[in-house]
């Protein structure tokens, strides 16, 4: 497999050259397993939380260590994959992620720690898959629908972000689970018992996923895909010189922002909606019931990603970027001063609106790059740091000033994003 920054003569368009739409359904299927495997965080971060009877801030350390696998592991990738190829760079990463979901069997006998090691090495291979699959997704067609074509393919992302709430509710919280005051009142044995049972509902699930995982390896290292590499020019944006530093372009230092902050915002909703949904005064739901209505915030995202696929043929990017995080954080102010149903079913709705931004800031961000698009890349996918780091934050203001309170962090992330959004519209689409 070609490097990812040696010259190319062309790239392969779409509807120009055949063969994209087979490699295109194999890294969606990559994408679909990604998102599985991290939404079924939101499930882990509720029932850890009460197993070892942790704060917000404690329990935030499952997307601390997930999160921050990106930022310490993106440029190793990116290097990795420049020497080893992309459909290489992607069975690694697959091999790894299994490692990781299997670390889960003996994390339920050992303690919280093995289960935050084992959600950073479950990272690090989804970040390897990252930096492979999502500049492959941008090459394979023409660079004008390259926002549109990552917007269908984090679609079915969003399938299994849809999926893994759901799942993750009947698997691991579908048992009987006690309160804190409950645990406490149980003899020391017994206490021992039920954690031991309740550690115990996560090994079944990710053994299964680990297998799942080394099977897709061994399919994806047999398959054959097309080269994809980059040309060796790149087309500066409209008023900016050609530069070496990927960071010297203002679109990209800007979009790197953009991912870290959406990316934050996006995981911080979705580790707190269970217990959101748990208070009195918002609908008073058990874990297990309430996993259920988390995927609604997955499944919006997913409907959204396939409206975005067809609209933003015809709308500008930014213009849309723009107007979906102005309606998150209309969104997320219902939430946060309203109460019971209205306030339930707008925290959720906030997921149709982040389903657009991903792709778009990705694209814009990449946006006539060239040579440059692999370290930029790799630099995009350092940026999704943002979800170890915004979810932590959030924790830190629920505990300080409540959990209700605490969603003020994501909206301030969406307003830079508004932000963007409105800067890069038409110089967006100037360039295209």
Not at 128 to 153: E, W, Y
Not at 379 to 393: K, T, W
Request: proline content about 4%; charged content about 5%; aromatic content about 12%.
């Amino acid at each position: 497999m070609a490097n990812i920054s040696q010259p190319t003569t062309a790239l392969p368009q779409v509807g120009t050259q055949t063969g994209t739409t087979g490699p295109l359904v194999i890294i969606t299927i990559l994408f679909f397993m990604w998102g599985l495997l991290t939404a079924l965080n939101d499930v882990l971060i509720p029932h850890l939380k009460e197993l070892y009877t942790l704060t917000y801030v404690q329990a935030m350390m499952v997307q601390f260590c997930f999160f921050g696998a990106y930022f310490i592991v993106s440029l190793p990738a990116g290097a990795l994959i420049k020497r080893i190829g992309y459909q290489n760079g992607a069975v690694a990463g697959l091999v790894v992620a299994a490692a990781g979901c299997a670390l889960f069997y003996p994390a339920a006998n050992s303690g919280y720690a093995l289960f935050l090691f084992g959600f950073f090495v479950l990272a690090a291979g989804i970040t390897i898959l990252q930096v492979a699959a999502n500049p492959f997704v941008t090459v394979l067609g023409d660079a004008r629908n390259a926002s549109s074509r990552l917007t269908l393919t984090q679609a079915f992302n969003s399938l299994g972000t849809t999926v893994a709430p759901a799942l993750g509710g009947i698997l691991i919280l579908s048992g009987s689970v006690l309160g804190v005051a409950e645990v406490a009142a149980l003899p020391a044995v017994e206490q021992a018992a039920y954690r031991a049972a309740q550690a115990a509902s996560v090994q079944g699930p990710y053994l299964v996923l680990a297998a799942a995982l080394l099977v897709l390896a061994i399919l994806f290292a047999v398959v054959r895909l097309p080269k994809i590499i980059h040309a060796d020019d790149s087309l500066p944006m409209p008023g900016s010189a050609a530069k070496e530093s990927a960071l010297a372009h203002p679109h990209l230092l800007l979009g790197t922002i953009g991912i870290f902050l959406y990316v934050g915002a996006e995981v911080s909703i979705g580790s707190f909606l269970i217990n959101f949904f748990g208070e009195p005064r918002i609908a008073g739901l058990n874990h297990a019931d309430a996993a259920h209505y988390v995927s609604y915030y997955w499944g919006g995202a997913m409907i959204g990603r396939f409206i975005g696929f067809a609209v933003m043929r015809h709308i500008s990017p930014g213009k849309a970027l723009a107007f979906n995080a102005a309606a998150s954080i209309v969104l997320i102010m219902v939430a946060v001063f309203g109460q019971g149903q209205a306030a339930m079913w707008a925290i959720i709705a906030v997921g149709l609106f982040n389903s657009i931004m991903f792709p778009t800031i990705f694209s814009m961000a990449l946006f006539r790059l060239g040579k440059l698009t692999g370290q930029a890349s790799g630099i995009l996918c350092m940026a999704i740091v943002g979800g170890a780091i915004v979810p932590f934050a959030q924790g830190l203001m629920a505990d300080t000033i409540g959990l209700q309170w605490s969603f003020v962090v994501p909206a301030a992330c969406y307003a830079f994003i508004l932000y963007y959004g409105a800067r890069y519209a038409r110089l967006y689409e100037a360039a295209a």
